[in-house]
């Protein structure tokens, strides 16, 4: 799960960059945002391998 959602906010983040105005940026940054947070929930975890 949590090499998913690594690969997951790297996608986000290129789509990002690639976005030209704050109209396109936001829905990414709220992705971006709750990816992080589960990607932090997960390595908090007993047996995480990062």
Same mark, same amino acid.
């Given at each position: 799960?949590? $090499? ?9 983040? =290129? $789509? ?14 709220? $992705? ?14 007993? =047996?995480?391998?990062?």
């Amino acid at each position: 799960m949590a $090499q998913y959602l690594e690969a997951r906010i790297d996608e986000l983040e =290129g $789509q990002r960059l690639d976005a030209r105005d704050r109209h396109e940026r936001r829905p990414i940054n709220k $992705q971006l945002h709750a990816c992080r947070d589960m990607l932090r929930w997960c390595k908090s975890r007993a =047996g995480y391998k990062g």
